[in-house]
């Protein structure tokens, strides 16, 4: 695992001022290249790429499983990946950044709405950030990284990173990886909840999604429509429910 802060001089200002050593949060140009044509950048914490990796391909639709993962080199900076799908040309025409906005309106079209049976009570959600606090390590040095994990059953797979999409990719690649039924799981995660976050969640099949802080119109208008959950607000021992409201057992 690679150090995911370091440490830095600074002055510290109160009533006195007196220089001290602060942990600040990494973060470093990533380069995600598959099948050696879609390439992009990211700022990211330099850890877990891996599970970035797989997280954002399965997340933009460019796989739909491990099985379409051919191979996965890291390399310093670089992550080459071979994917193995037929129409991968015209998948990628149409993926823009992981923290991109434009064009969510466009690829809300190419979603399938989230079919799942799954319900949680409203103790486990607040149990769940709870949970979340605790693993959040590096924030907790550092005050500079979201934090998100997928829950699923017994498992709790959590990540952090400097960009809160990214450490859903991480999660989702996570999950992926251990072989998670993404229909009967929910992310909990601290960051606010727009269209193209909406967007990965169902079109990885998540039904509900939890937040501490708050949704976008645009992230209401694409969970209301994808079929999924959005729960916002978790904060001690309240949240606000924003869509489908039935798979919480209140």
Not at 113 to 128: A, L, R
Request: aromatic share 8%.
């Amino acid at each position: 695992m690679s150090p995911m802060y370091k440490t830095v001089p600074a002055i510290k200002v109160n009533e006195k001022s007196k220089s001290v050593m602060e942990k600040v949060v990494k973060d470093e140009e990533i380069e995600l290249i598959a099948n050696t044509t879609l390439k992009r950048k990211f700022s990211i914490s330099p850890d877990s790429l891996k599970e970035f990796a797989v997280g954002y391909l399965l997340g933009e639709g460019i796989i739909r499983s491990m099985e379409n993962i051919n191979e996965i080199n890291i390399e310093d900076n670089t992550i080459n990946v071979k994917v193995d799908m037929e129409d991968f040309d015209i998948i990628q025409e149409l993926v823009v950044g992981s923290d991109c906005f434009g064009g969510w309106r466009q690829k809300i079209e190419f979603v399938n709405k989230v079919e799942s049976n799954f319900t949680i009570d409203k103790k486990e959600i607040i149990d769940s950030f709870t949970r979340l606090k605790k693993s959040a390590y590096t924030w907790k040095e550092t005050g500079g990284t979201h934090v998100a994990a997928l829950v699923y059953k017994d498992k709790f797979l959590s990540q952090e990173d400097v960009s809160r999409h990214v450490a859903v990719d991480k999660v989702i690649g996570a999950g992926l990886i251990e072989g998670v039924d993404f229909k009967n799981s929910y992310i909990v995660y601290s960051g606010r909840m727009p269209a193209d976050m909406l967007i990965k969640i169902a079109r990885v099949g998540i039904p509900l999604l939890t937040s501490n802080a708050a949704p976008t119109t645009s992230g209401y208008a694409v969970a209301q429509e994808a079929g999924v959950t959005m729960v916002g607000f978790v904060r001690g021992n309240r949240f606000n429910i924003y869509t489908h409201a039935d798979r919480i057992i209140l």
